[in-house]
């Protein structure tokens, strides 16, 4: 991997920095977070992550055959076999946003309605996140799709378990359960950021000048999906104004 770690790490250095010093996600793993808040700040990521999640499975797909039209065969069927792993996750997280308001309306007000909740406007960040993963896919550098993916994976490995003791410790151990999607994550994408690093020392030994490119890509996924973490929280406190947990 020491390709890798030459012509691709160094790019990612500064977006990964911001998943301990973005000021959002700072809030978010708060001590003193008001409860309220951090549950409404789960349901709404949660109700919203079906839009990020649901094309996973295409996404990838779509990159093992632009690898293949480039000639990467064997990085695009390995691409083409991954996808199907993927399939139908976003489900998991309708079912833990139904799971979380069921929750929250027999303990908690205003109560809320999960159909209405799943029916929202996507925020930009979420528009953003879909418009970088087609234009890459798309795009003269489709291996960058791995890069995201390798981002992403390690924003739920760094971060995951650090969120999921917060809510444990904040909310309680039946509320951590309820998180499913989260959970699986936490444990399963070690498993996947090793395959795709492996995928991308591939294909940066195929093309080295490219690495950066990779990497830059990935690097804007991480961002905004700390973006797209960061507007969850603000919906929560303005939702939640009264016990905002931070002034």
């Known amino acids: 991997m020491e390709l890798l ?5 160094p790019h990612t250095l500064l977006a990964r920095s911001r998943l301990d010093s973005d000021s959002s996600l700072r809030r978010i793993l708060d ?26 499975d295409g996404w990838i797909r779509r990159t093992g055959q632009r690898c ?40 908690r007000s205003p109560p809320l309605d999960i159909d209405q909740l799943l029916s929202q406007t996507p925020t930009e960040s979420m528009k ?9 896919i798309e795009g003269p550098n489709p291996v960058g799709q791995i890069a995201i993916e390798r981002e992403i994976g ?16 904040v909310l309680g151990k039946e509320v951590a359960d309820k998180m499913t999607f989260m ?8 498993g ?18 490219k690495g950066r490119i990779y990497a830059e ?19 929560a406190e303005d939702l939640l104004a009264p016990l905002r947990a931070v002034a």
Not at 31 to 56: C, D, G, N, Q
Not at 221 to 234: Q, S
Request: hydrophobic share 40%; charged share 25%.
């Open 5 to 9: 770690k030459k012509l691709y790490e």
């Open 183 to 190: 959970n699986e994550h936490v444990a399963v994408d070690v």
């Open 217 to 235: 890509t990935g690097a804007r996924a991480m961002t905004t999906y700390i973006r797209f973490l960061g507007e969850c929280l603000h919906i």
């Open 128 to 136: 953003e996140y879909r418009q970088l993963h087609d234009e890459t």
């Open 31 to 56: 001590p003193h977070i008001k409860p309220a808040v951090l549950e409404r700040f789960i349901i709404e990521w949660m109700s919203r992550a079906a839009y990020m999640t649901e094309p996973v």
């Open 154 to 169: 390690f924003l739920a490995v760094y971060f995951g378990p650090r969120l999921m003791q917060q809510v444990e410790t």
């Open 192 to 209: 996947h950021t090793l395959l795709n690093e492996k995928m991308l020392q591939e294909a940066i030994t195929r093309s080295p000048e």
């Open 68 to 107: 293949i039209e480039q000639g990467m065969e064997k990085l695009g069927n390995q691409l083409i076999t991954h996808a199907k792993s993927e399939t139908g996750h976003h489900l998991m997280t309708i079912e833990d946003a139904r799971a979380l308001v069921a929750h929250w309306n027999a303990r």
